[in-house]
């Protein structure tokens, strides 16, 4: 998939497995750019219907460079994967709407952050959430009626300081040095005692799904503790042995990740 007609940048779907019962696919995505030097992919890998990493190490073709990869598993209703917390999932949310296209229809799939509720925190704690820091903030499934909500802390931060800091070279030096920062407040409606746990997923899903700096997400409590992102999105800290920087044991990590949707099953 080319990432733009005037760039060369490609994204594709370099090696994957289905299960010996077909119950999930594990795959592996790779990004290439214009080969420079190192991590070369030859014309003749992308003949080939499976790509491994250490073909992309040994090749010394000048067509394609590597630039990263990220591993996936995906069954009929979760998905798990080692992309960076800090990368938005609609990297590989556009990439299988792309790749589906001649088979999806109208549909696009859209997949939604898992969240959790904090561990001993009763929802009817729950106070408010604030994003904090220079990150953005989207919706991008408003209700009927409702406009996408978009924004930039940064931006906001700096038309709340120029509201109610008039010396010009002051502020300068505040937004240069970041001395203060901008907070979006958002306090929870109605009575929280009141809110089922699946409304708590669907409200906090939505919010984690578009905010990847896991420090820029509070959830606070009436007793006064506060939660960061990482403390309610549902991730799971592995170990897989390291064959050389960009390689892996693929089998371990494929069965730490069925392990993990195994999991994630049983707790829905």
């Known amino acids: ?29 790779l990004r290439v750019i214009p080969a420079e030097n190192g991590g070369m992919i030859s014309e003749e890998l992308f003949e080939q219907p499976m790509i491994t990493m250490a073909q992309v190490a040994s090749s010394s073709s000048s067509e394609s460079q590597y630039k990263d990869h990220f591993y996936f ?71 009927e009626g409702e406009q996408n909500f978009s924004l930039s802390l940064k931006d906001l931060s700096s038309s709340v300081l120029r509201s109610v800091v008039c010396d010009t070279t002051s502020l300068d030096t505040i937004l240069e040095k970041r001395l203060i920062e901008a907070r979006l407040l958002l306090k929870v409606k109605g009575k929280p005692r009141d809110m089922a746990e699946d409304e708590f997923h669907q409200v906090m899903g939505a919010i984690v799904t578009n905010v990847t700096n896991d420090e820029g997400l509070i959830l606070r409590t009436k007793d006064g503790n506060k939660y960061t992102g990482a403390e309610i999105k549902v991730k799971k800290p592995v170990s897989v042995e390291r064959i050389e920087a960009n390689r892996i044991v693929e089998e371990q990590l494929k069965q730490e990740m069925e392990r993990f949707l195994g999991e994630i099953r049983v707790e829905q």
Request: no cysteine; net charge negative.
């Open 1 to 29: 998939m080319p990432l733009n007609v005037d760039e060369p940048d490609r994204e594709l779907l370099a090696n994957y497995s289905w299960s010996g019962s077909r119950s999930y696919l594990f795959g592996m995505m």
């Open 73 to 143: 598993a995906l069954d009929n209703n979760y998905l798990v994967t080692t992309l960076s917390g800090n990368i938005n999932i609609s990297r590989l949310q556009t990439y299988l709407n792309w790749l589906l296209e001649s088979v999806r229809g109208a549909r696009l799939f859209e997949f939604t952050e898992m969240t959790k509720v904090p561990d001993g925190v009763p929802l009817s704690q729950l106070k408010e959430i604030q994003f904090i820091g220079g990150g953005s903030v989207t919706t991008t499934r408003p209700t």
